[in-house]
């Protein structure tokens, strides 16, 4: 079966951080760039990170440059993404997506995605 599984998600304190997992089931992920979106209760689904093929370029929305960062594993045909100094506002459910295109292009989303994951939950709450 052919599927993207995010794991990691949970409750942390402000300020504290967790690292959420997007792996790849049935498929290799070194031909998809990856996007993460988040959902935050009573609002839209919004891409915020895209991570290119290379894994070398990445970006991010202004909302969470430098407290977020998106790495690959090849090895584990995985993308993390680790989320430090986080605050209450980033609680969300937390989804991944993959995209053909190899490159973000300077873009944190994209129209159309090949595929999806189911969504991890983070709560940020003391």
């Known amino acids: 079966q052919l599927q993207l599984v995010e794991s990691g998600g949970g409750l942390v304190q402000p300020g504290g951080s967790l690292r959420l997992s997007c792996a790849a089931s049935g498929f290799s992920l070194e031909y998809y760039s990856i996007v993460w979106l988040r959902q935050a209760p009573g609002k839209e689904r919004e891409g915020f990170s895209c991570?290119?093929?290379?894994?070398?370029?990445?970006n991010y929305a202004d909302s969470v440059k430098g407290r977020f960062r998106l790495f690959r594993d090849s090895a584990k045909n995985t993308v993390y993404l680790q989320m430090n100094s986080l605050k209450a506002e980033d609680t969300a459910v937390y989804y991944c997506a993959a995209t053909r295109y190899r490159d973000c292009s300077g873009r944190i989303s994209f129209n159309e995605y090949d595929y999806w994951g189911q969504g991890t939950p983070v709560t940020v709450s003391s």
């Open positions: 991570i290119s093929v290379s894994g070398g370029s990445a």
